[in-house]
């Protein structure tokens, strides 16, 4: 049924929108942005910062734009005299208590504090609040909270929610509220999975990555050092954006130029290891299809799902795939593979990868890992050394990754996606079943619906195939094959919303870009058009991946294979 719709002027433009629309909204119709703190699209609306104030008719005094329906007739004013005062009131409280440390704040330029006190001219000593120095909690691998700086606009606490792990929420009363874990533990003792969606909702720079960049900096300028970087595939959709190009604009080309400047030996694809992933991957479903092993069987190359099911759910470990990530099975074979065939000893060999997520570098630090992976930095990570460095990132011409790990199949591409690893295995695992199974697209498993569903024939087997992103998803998916409800044979979850494309390590965008972007979709879309564009699409298509079959592992899911790149998981009894 069509909505009805409701006619308002908001500062005197007309607009028409559907019945339960809010003043925010409309007012996007109009083409007008009114600031926002706490608002942000898809992951928290509570009307708590009073930034969004307007003078609506029919409203006893000034209302919160961002919860507050239109009505007909009905005239909104986002900038008289009375709004403008009262934002500037609340941005001078907020700063009697915030912590001024802006040249040294990772956010300096892209804080959305910043931008609205500059914005509303505002006295950041007008008001002096008591001063006390909460600590700054550093105690995981992924997230660092400094609450001296936090705002309180629960931003943060919203997203945990979203994500149904609930690690962070408010504590103590008035002036003494801040954000921390339960009883006021160290994050490292809470259910926290690393996902670092809290950071990219934060408005300010509370929040930020625990940075390894001085130690990969360390090891660039140490001659006894080989340093080798390798860039996971989500990362070429996302680091343009960190240099305001648009969102969706896919800069491989530049971003290899970019790394090899800041002086690496190598620079290589992280989209070989996708391939390698899928091979074993593929070959494991096969197995487990054939042998009867626990099904279904889960994808594993999201280290803050697998973080999930051993904290909350240890009765689905057996059904993880014991296939390292593609971050961990890129380190295993650079240590293994190419120092033996380059003749390297792998203790003077830094491995540095670029990612798109903060979980993977509490994953390269996991005791059954921890020697794969030197240092793992995020997109936004790289984007500063590029920075620093006074590397010219729009002007550069495009360059090509480093053989012997430079070629990937489109199958490796989408990875970055939600989707994209069930339809690349999809692809490969058909091919292994029946020859003759030409398909390579599985449309059904593309896009960003929170949960897809579909059923393929191949070689008279019948697959049951389940995508989920967001871990609430997740969540439903396991209580639905727990009750019998569901049946699948195949899984795939991504604990990001959107998958990686959207991952706690992506660049942070202002307000006004995430509420009036569809992110994760333009960022996917430039991934698919890569696939499309490839002529490799089938992993096991790939000719690096009959070189590193037939020169070191024999075939997927050997002996050697399951020795260097597969991993064993534990139950964590945290809950
Ligand atoms: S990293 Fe993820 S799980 Fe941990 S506090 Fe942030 S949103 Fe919650
Ligand atoms: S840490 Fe950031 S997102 Fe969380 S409440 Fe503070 S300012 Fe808001
Ligand atoms: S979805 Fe991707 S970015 Fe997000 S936690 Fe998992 S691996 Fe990291």
């Known amino acids: 049924m069509q909505a009805k719709m409701v006619n308002l002027k908001i500062n005197n433009i007309s607009v028409s929108v559907p019945e339960g629309t809010t003043i925010l909204e409309a007012a996007r119709k109009a083409h007008i942005e009114i600031p926002t703190l706490c608002y942000l699209k898809d992951v928290s609306c509570v009307g708590s910062c009073r930034m969004c104030l307007v003078e609506a008719t029919g409203a006893r005094g000034l209302v919160a734009a961002c919860v507050y329906p239109v009505s007909e007739g009905m005239e909104v004013r986002t900038n008289t005299e009375?709004?403008?005062?009262?934002?500037?009131?609340?941005?001078?409280?907020?700063?009697?208590?915030?912590?001024?440390?802006?040249?040294?704040?990772?956010?300096?330029?892209?804080?959305?504090?910043?931008?609205?006190?500059?914005?509303?001219?505002?006295?950041?000593?007008?008001?002096?609040?008591?001063?006390?120095?909460?600590?700054?909690?550093?105690?995981?691998?992924?997230?660092?909270?400094?609450?001296?700086?936090?705002?309180?606009?629960?931003?943060?606490?919203?997203?945990?929610?979203?994500?149904?792990?609930?690690?962070?929420?408010?504590?103590?009363?008035?002036?003494?509220?801040?954000?921390?874990?339960?009883?006021?533990?160290?994050?490292?003792?809470?259910?926290?999975?690393?996902?670092?969606?809290?950071?990219?909702?934060?408005?300010?720079?509370?929040?930020?990555?625990?940075?390894t960049i001085e130690n990969v900096w360390k090891a660039l300028s140490d001659p006894t050092k080989q340093v080798v970087f390798f860039t996971a595939p989500s990362v070429r959709a996302t680091l343009g954006e960190a240099f305001d190009m648009p969102v969706g604009t896919n800069v491989e080309g530049k971003m290899v130029a970019a790394i090899r400047r800041l002086g690496p030996d190598h620079v290589f694809n992280m989209d070989v290891t996708a391939d390698l992933t899928i091979m074993e991957e593929a070959s494991e479903l096969i197995n487990r299809i054939k042998t009867g092993k626990p099904m279904p069987m889960f994808t594993s190359c999201c280290p803050a799902w697998i973080k999930f099911v051993e904290q909350r759910h240890p009765e689905m470990i057996p059904h993880l795939s014991s296939c390292k990530s593609p971050q961990q099975m890129f380190g295993a074979l650079l240590k293994s593979y190419w120092c033996e065939k380059n003749g390297v000893d792998p203790k003077n060999l830094y491995v540095v990868s670029v990612i798109p997520c903060t979980a993977k570098k509490y994953e390269c630090t996991r005791e059954e890992m921890k020697d794969d992976v030197d240092a793992a930095i995020t997109t936004r990570e790289l984007a500063r050394m590029i920075k620093t460095a006074g590397i010219k990132f729009t002007e550069l011409p495009d360059e090509e990754f480093d053989n012997p790990f430079a070629t990937a199949t489109g199958g490796g591409a989408i990875f970055g996606a939600t989707g994209g690893v069930m339809e690349a295995a999809l692809r490969t695992a058909a091919h292994m079943m029946d020859g003759s199974f030409e398909v390579l697209d599985f449309f059904a498993?593309?896009?960003?619906?929170?949960?897809?569903?579909?059923?393929?024939?191949?070689?008279?087997?019948?697959?049951?195939?389940?995508?989920?992103?967001?871990?609430?998803?997740?969540?439903?998916?396991?209580?639905?094959?727990?009750?019998?409800?569901?049946?699948?044979?195949?899984?795939?979850?991504?604990?990001?919303?959107?998958?990686?494309?959207?991952?706690?390590?992506?660049?942070?965008?202002?307000?006004?870009?995430?509420?009036?972007?569809?992110?994760?979709?333009?960022?996917?879309?430039?991934?698919?058009?890569?696939?499309?564009?490839?002529?490799?699409?089938?992993?096991?298509?790939?000719?690096?991946?009959?070189?590193?079959?037939?020169?070191?592992?024999?075939?997927?899911?050997?002996?050697?294979?399951?020795?260097?790149?597969?991993?064993?998981?534990?139950?964590?009894?945290?809950?």
């Open 445 to 575: 498993v593309r896009g960003t619906n929170p949960i897809k569903e579909a059923t393929y024939l191949v070689a008279g087997n019948t697959i049951r195939v389940a995508v989920a992103s967001g871990l609430a998803n997740a969540e439903t998916i396991i209580r639905q094959i727990e009750s019998g409800e569901k049946k699948y044979d195949f899984i795939e979850i991504m604990a990001c919303p959107g998958g990686c494309v959207n991952g706690g390590g992506q660049p942070t965008l202002s307000d006004s870009v995430r509420n009036n972007t569809e992110l994760k979709e333009s960022r996917a879309k430039a991934l698919y058009t890569s696939d499309t564009k490839n002529e490799l699409r089938r992993s096991s298509d790939s000719p690096v991946m009959d070189v590193i079959y037939n020169d070191y592992f024999g075939f997927p899911n050997s002996h050697k294979a399951h020795e260097i790149l597969h991993t064993t998981y534990h139950a964590d009894k945290r809950i």
């Open 82 to 211: 009375k709004c403008r005062q009262s934002r500037k009131m609340t941005l001078e409280l907020i700063l009697s208590k915030h912590k001024k440390k802006c040249l040294s704040c990772e956010r300096n330029h892209n804080c959305e504090l910043q931008k609205l006190s500059l914005g509303y001219s505002v006295d950041e000593d007008r008001f002096k609040g008591e001063d006390f120095v909460l600590p700054i909690d550093t105690s995981t691998p992924y997230v660092v909270r400094d609450n001296d700086k936090c705002i309180n606009c629960m931003r943060c606490v919203a997203a945990c929610r979203k994500q149904n792990v609930n690690a962070i929420g408010p504590i103590g009363r008035g002036f003494h509220v801040h954000i921390g874990s339960a009883f006021d533990m160290p994050l490292s003792e809470s259910v926290c999975v690393g996902c670092g969606q809290c950071i990219v909702a934060c408005p300010v720079g509370a929040l930020s990555e625990n940075s």
